[in-house]
C-alpha cells in the first residue's frame, strides 16, 4: 500500500499559528507597559521661608503638606557665582556625618536650623536655597536669601 503525501493544508496551518503567536506577544507586551507603570509621584506642597546668618539657615514650614525631611534634598550656592556651599540630604545622618537637621517631619508653624558654618558665607552675601524632592524629583522650594 502506497501512502500519499498531501502538503495541501501546511502553509495556512502554520500561517495561523505565526499570526496568533505574533498576536499574543503583542498583546503581553502592551499589557506589561500599561500595567507596569505607576501614578506619577506627587511633590509636597509646601511655603517655606529662609533666613540666614553667616552660620545659621533658619526654614520655617509657613503651610503646606508635612515635609518628609529624609526625602528632601538641600543645596546653597552663592547667588553671585552660583559656586556650591553646601549640597546635602535635610535629614541628619550619624553614619555620614550630615550635620543638617535632626527632625524627621516638618509641619507648619516648625522651624528648623542648621548650626553649621557655610564656609565662605559673609553678612551681606545672597545665597540661592533649592529644596529637591527626590522622589518625585520636583524642586519644591528654591529662593535667594541675603545673609544677615
Known sequence: MKFGKNDEAVSPVIGVILMVAITVILAAVIAAFVFGMGPPVKAPQVQLKFTATPSILTITHSGGDP?????????ITNAANNNPILNSTLMYDNSTG???????????????????????VTSGSVI???ILDTPSGQVIASSQVTVS
Do not use: R
Open 67 to 75: 515635609l518628609i525631611l529624609k526625602n528632601e534634598k538641600i543645596t
Open 98 to 120: 550630615n550635620p543638617f537637621i535632626s527632625q524627621a517631619i516638618l509641619t507648619p508653624g516648625i522651624s528648623v536650623t542648621n548650626a553649621s558654618a557655610f564656609g565662605t
Open 128 to 130: 540661592q536655597v533649592s
